[in-house]
């Protein structure tokens, strides 16, 4: 028997940010698809839509009109999965039924008027202004006592449940932490405790001396596929300095923001010369009021597709039930991302 | 202000069996959907398909070959996750980077030589082979030295990541205890230690008396909807009986594991006349050779589907990065699931 390596031997890896496993199978990378194709992604979109509802001057559900509005725009979503006016109250029938009433608001972001764009078609000085956009509702919602977490996210492509194509985020704002960054509170906290710097900080630097998954950087971000990852091309920027939230990035920070979520994205389409889904988000530091040095400022992009794009990874049956798996390593992701153009596929002109 | 009811405000609910929450927006379920929508399911297929690799007879990757089986089949997957020759070994660099090394065994079982079967087609007592043959790979792949547990499972519809439309599911089994089970284990045992009871039977007798989630019952087994469900209709399957795990199942007992799993999955075909897609399977006490008292047998469900046989609910961004959120109530979902016929639409004669 040869010895183990993770490169050919199936194995399990922690997350040391949610303490969870996933299991690994480097040898499956062949497996042939049967399965379902998704259909292709029609990425010829006119600059405005007559039939959008987040076009600038179009109305939405409820009878709003948007304002002429150019670059970003802003608004209460119209169907909120959470609201202001909730009562509160709770369910305490012992431990087996258990309820807490929970209230929020949740918001949209259009990140520009022209409905043909995707971030990484964006000029960086105009990602720059859905950054700033960010700062500004994160300083907002998170300034109101009832609101102690701030939860900014994009969800890109029909295939990751996005009803429209026009370019925009989302803020789901709420009253309690959800279970995912309460679960990165707890090992940031213990790992601060431990050794007087923040997780990531420490993380950061050991993938910086490795280099193998990392994928893109600038100044003041750097872009990698962490070594736990779950989804075949799951990636995490994280931020050089330890901040706990956009709050607290310089101008320039900001500026670097920008640019590495484009750098990154330019990456993700050319990998299938398509326009790459994915669900991002901003993990960040509690909004209660409280001191949090633990918490390292970071944006997970959980993409679904795994082998074309059309043919995504299943996250069903052994995964719902059992434990994440993977085939395609980390490392193996890492390397095809890295490898290709800086370029967009579309800009290309030689 | 009126006071909190979990039938009309926005809240969260625990689940007991692994810690977490999930978010419940009932005022949401009448949000317009105008996203992807999914193919329809194309459910008239022949007895026998000369393309279908798990049809008798027919070939396999690899250049195996079905023999001419009746009713179950069962064969090493030949696309394995898992393998028993995997070299012990781990990674350990700090708390950063963990890895373990992890064997184990998967298997394919057909569950009938009809290709154009599904379980709510099936006759209980064709069930019944199924099941006996779970018990069997149980016994078998449980009672070797390195399998300390076996996870039972089906992927139904290519909207869950089935690859083949044949009757069939899947068995991996591995070295260590997977994530989900993991999570059961602590907080069975931690339940049972305080109460001398398991956390299901207790939780099973509070659903039988309240009434409002339960689906279907016979005298040895009872489906219902979890208090604490995530996907829209989200089932569990509840033994009366707290056993740990099927090999415990008296004969009577295996009959009617059969044939509530058929009364729940014509519920599920009957509510949109559809194929009705799930990832399904079995939680049990670990094969490692320890006793787990706390232990109590279940098959979850986690079906996709939200309002119609082609729109389903995406679990994305939020649900990714935050907390998993549905907008229709688990007791709504109950209400609707119980009120269907108990005859599968395509029988109906009158
Ligand atoms: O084993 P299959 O059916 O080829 O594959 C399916 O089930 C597996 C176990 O749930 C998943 O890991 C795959 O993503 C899914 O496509
Ligand atoms: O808010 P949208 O875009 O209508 O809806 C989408 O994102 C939400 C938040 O991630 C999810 O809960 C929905 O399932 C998804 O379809």
């Given at each position: 028997m040869n010895s183990f390596n993770s490169k050919d031997h199936p194995h399990k890896r922690l997350n040391p940010l949610t303490n969870d496993w996933v299991l690994v199978s480097p040898h499956r990378s062949k497996r042939p698809w049967q399965g379902q194709v998704e259909k292709a992604i029609v990425d010829e979109r006119p600059q405005y839509d007559p039939a959008c509802y987040l076009c600038a001057g179009n109305e939405r559900?409820?009878?709003?009109?948007?304002?002429?509005?150019?670059?970003?725009?802003?608004?209460?979503?119209?169907?909120?999965?959470?609201?202001?006016?909730?009562?509160?109250?709770?369910?305490?029938?012992?431990?087996?039924f258990q309820a807490k009433s929970e209230s929020g608001i949740c918001k949209v972001i259009c990140f520009s008027e022209n409905h043909s764009l995707t971030i990484p078609e964006m000029d960086v000085k105009d990602i720059r202004k859905v950054v700033d956009v960010w700062c500004e509702q994160?300083?907002?919602?998170?300034?109101?006592?009832?609101?102690?977490?701030?939860?900014?996210?994009?969800?890109?492509?029909?295939?990751?449940?996005?009803?429209?194509?026009?370019?925009?985020?989302?803020?789901?704002?709420?009253?309690?932490?959800?279970?995912?960054?309460?679960?990165?509170?707890?090992?940031?906290?213990?790992?601060?405790?431990?050794?007087?710097?923040?997780?990531?900080?420490?993380?950061?630097?050991?993938?910086?001396?490795?280099?193998?998954?990392?994928?893109?950087?600038?100044?003041?971000?750097?872009?990698?596929?962490?070594?736990?990852a779950v989804w075949p091309f799951e990636t995490m920027i994280v931020s050089r300095r330890a901040v706990q939230n956009i709050l607290q990035l310089t101008d320039a920070e900001r500026d670097g923001l920008a640019d590495i979520y484009k750098q990154l994205t330019v990456k993700y389409d050319n990998l299938f010369e398509t326009?790459?889904?994915?669900?991002?988000?901003?993990?960040?530091?509690?909004?209660?009021?409280?001191?949090?040095?633990?918490?390292?400022?970071?944006?997970?992009?959980?993409?679904?597709?795994?082998?074309?794009?059309?043919?995504?990874?299943?996250?069903?049956?052994?995964?719902?039930?059992?434990?994440?798996?993977?085939?395609?390593?980390?490392?193996?992701?890492?390397?095809?991302?890295r490898d290709l153009s800086d370029n967009h596929y579309k800009s290309t002109i030689n």
């Open positions: 559900a409820g009878g709003h009109k948007n304002p002429d509005y150019k670059g970003t725009f802003v608004f209460t979503n119209d169907f909120s999965a959470l609201m202001t006016e909730t009562p509160e109250g709770e369910v305490n029938e012992g431990s087996l994160f300083k907002e919602l998170g300034g109101k006592d009832q609101i102690n977490y701030v939860q900014i996210f994009e969800n890109k492509g029909a295939i990751m449940g996005c009803s429209n194509p026009h370019p925009h985020g989302q803020i789901w704002s709420s009253s309690s932490v959800p279970v995912e960054p309460a679960k990165e509170s707890e090992t940031q906290k213990a790992y601060f405790e431990k050794h007087g710097r923040t997780l990531l900080s420490d993380y950061l630097q050991a993938e910086l001396d490795k280099k193998e998954r990392i994928l893109v950087e600038n100044d003041h971000f750097v872009a990698l596929v962490p070594y736990w326009s790459f889904a994915y669900s991002a988000g901003l993990h960040q530091a509690p909004t209660d009021g409280q001191d949090y040095p633990e918490w390292h400022l970071h944006m997970h992009f959980y993409p679904p597709l795994l082998r074309s794009a059309t043919v995504k990874k299943f996250m069903v049956g052994y995964e719902m039930l059992a434990t994440p798996q993977r085939d395609i390593t980390a490392e193996q992701a890492a390397q095809r991302l």
